[in-house]
């Protein structure tokens, strides 16, 4: 490659750069719970087991799994960009909403609630944020982009996975769950710096 091409590496276009901003926010703040989720289920949930969160993860993916095509047909019926941006919102407002939950919850219904809310967030954000993200992809950088996001948001999550069980073990896990559904949160209305630059037709 090039040396200009090397210079204009990382020039993409702007509504690439605020998804991937927002992603790589939003999967630091579900970093800092992924390592001790388990632990916070078994040690502070009465009655809870490794079961519980085994149960708790297939109620998320297959939440997710069977509501997010039906929400992607719809997507791709309606004109326009701008229900792909509501929907990203949305389903990452929700998703923030969950993490706060998770300092409430007292038994294994409690988890399992959560995780189906968790589903439907999910289902709502994949699709709208995919179709967002490809409809602006620019032609010929398309593997280069895709790894890009892949590369900042896993590398995001790495560092703030190695910080949970700390802020976990010092703070306690209400104060984890805080902090991770308040990045979360901020991730989500990232979002808003190209809503004006979403097509309408």
């Known amino acids: 490659m090039s040396k200009v091409g090397w210079r204009n590496l990382f020039n993409i276009n702007k509504i690439l750069k605020v998804l991937v901003a927002s992603d790589v926010i939003i999967f630091s703040g579900w970093g800092l719970m992924s390592p001790i989720f388990a632990v916070f289920v078994t040690e502070q949930i009465p009655g809870a087991s490794l079961v ?20 992607g047909m719809k997507i791709d019926e309606t004109k326009g960009e701008k229900i792909d941006f509501w929907l990203a919102f949305l389903g ?34 994949y699709p709208a944020w995919m179709g967002l993200f490809s409809r602006n992809l620019e032609q010929g950088r398309e593997s280069f982009i895709w790894g890009l996001h892949s590369t900042t948001t896993e590398l995001s999550w790495a560092i703030t996975a190695a910080l949970g069980g700390y802020v976990a073990e010092k703070f306690g896990f209400g104060s984890l769950f805080l902090t991770a559904g308040l990045i979360a949160l901020l991730g989500s209305f990232v979002l808003f710096v190209v809503y004006r630059e979403i097509a309408t037709e």
């Open 52 to 71: 519980t969160v085994g149960i708790a993860e297939a109620i998320y993916l297959a939440t997710k799994s069977i509501l997010q095509i039906p929400i």
């Open 92 to 125: 990452s407002m929700l998703s923030g909403i969950a993490i706060f939950l998770y300092i409430f919850a007292k038994t294994p219904l409690h988890i399992y609630l959560i995780e189906f809310l968790f589903g439907v967030a999910g289902a709502i954000t």
